[in-house]
């Protein structure tokens, strides 16, 4: 339909066009918006900051999807749009998961409230056909995606712990999985331009979250992340297919793409958990323990700490770079590279969490 040279010129400028219109929405939302997204904190919203600021970056996210959405539907599909199962369902899933967090921001929503709706969101993606195709039998691969999807919702929103944390985190995956889309051609495919959106949407949005931050994404902007993440890593890692048809990605392959793409999230929640659990105290109950605040207690400054993110991420980038353009046939080697990789970098993190000194604000 369109050569690659007029798509990528045609992208760029829509990238650009979605980053500015972030930042004017952001910019409009913090003048006029004062008390909007301002709630009372109770124990499981516990924050690094203790300054009091709006959590509306969300719904920029939210507006980037549904513009590019549209845009697809007018540029690429014009007899079909809408028609595709996989769009349907996951434009219906992030649509409940940002009205959920949405609710929760104004309302502080139970939790079963939460957790039911975490739980629709990964059946509307397993019924639409988005579910991960690992095993021979249909039901574990379903549960495995339900508990990916509801995995994914809350450990993005346990990482929104800290200023620009979770938007840099969310953009890495992001361009994760668009590098493994554009390494296999499909520049035209809906995903490629929903990622544009979202991704353009947190580019402009850090603007704003970054260390001095003036706003937080919210439960409506984690809760979509989350779902939105789950989605398309389960497209392009969980089911990820070579550009080659000759050559069939392994199970190995596939959970290694994972891990090293979600290593932080994936890192930071598990490491929390066990810690929680170890000192008898509820894993869902907020406070100042992620990683991110270790690392803070170590001595590096809340910037700091985006940037050692921000590298990790990097090396994550690269890592999958190799794996999906350079390594034809998976071999056993590779695994243990990979997952030997992943586990240095939680081994890390968690043994950070040992020797730092805990602040007097961390939870007692």
């Not at 056909?129 to 509801?150: K, P, S």
Request: with cysteine; charged share 10%.
């Amino acid at each position: 339909m369109y050569d690659s040279e007029y798509l990528f010129f045609i992208y760029t400028i829509f990238l650009g066009v979605i980053i500015l219109f972030s930042l004017v929405f952001n910019t409009i939302l913090l003048k006029f918006a004062t008390n909007l997204g301002i709630r009372d904190q109770d124990e499981t919203t516990i924050r690094w900051s203790s300054v009091v600021k709006p959590a509306l970056g969300g719904i920029s996210f939210y507006l980037g999807f549904l513009i590019a959405a549209t845009c697809y539907g007018i540029f690429f599909d014009q007899e079909n749009v809408f028609k595709d199962r996989g769009a349907l369902g996951l434009i219906t899933a992030t649509a409940l998961a940002f009205i959920m967090g949405l609710a929760d921001d104004a309302y502080n929503t139970k939790p079963w409230l939460k957790f039911f709706t975490q739980t629709f969101c990964g059946l509307i993606l397993v019924a639409s056909g988005n579910f991960i195709q690992i095993f021979d039998q249909d039901i574990l691969n379903y549960t495995l995606t339900i508990v990916w999807v509801i995995g994914m919702m809350n450990s993005i929103n346990m990482l929104d712990n800290m200023d620009s944390i979770t938007s840099v985190v969310s953009i890495f995956i992001i361009i994760i999985c668009i590098v493994v889309l554009m390494l296999n051609e499909a520049y035209t495919h809906h995903n490629f331009i929903l990622m544009l959106g979202v991704v353009g949407s947190l580019i402009g949005f850090l603007f704003y979250n970054w260390n001095p931050s003036k706003m937080f994404m919210g439960d409506a902007g984690s809760q979509f992340l989350g779902v939105f993440l789950a989605a398309i890593s389960i497209k392009y890692l969980w089911n990820h297919q070579s550009a080659n048809p000759l050559i069939v990605p392994s199970v190995q392959q596939q959970i290694c793409l994972v891990f090293t793409t979600f290593l932080l999230p994936i890192s930071d929640t598990t490491i929390v958990v066990i810690n929680r659990i170890s000192k008898k105290k509820s894993p869902f109950i907020g406070g100042k323990d992620h990683t991110t605040h270790h690392l803070s207690y170590l001595g590096l400054s809340d910037s700091q700490v985006g940037f050692v993110l921000i590298g990790i991420s990097t090396i994550s980038l690269l890592l999958i770079v190799g794996a999906v353009r350079f390594i034809a046939e998976w071999q056993p080697i590779h695994t243990t590279l990979y997952l030997g990789y992943c586990l240095v970098v939680f081994a890390t993190l968690f043994l950070m969490t040992k020797i730092s000194k805990f602040s007097k604000n961390e939870t007692k």
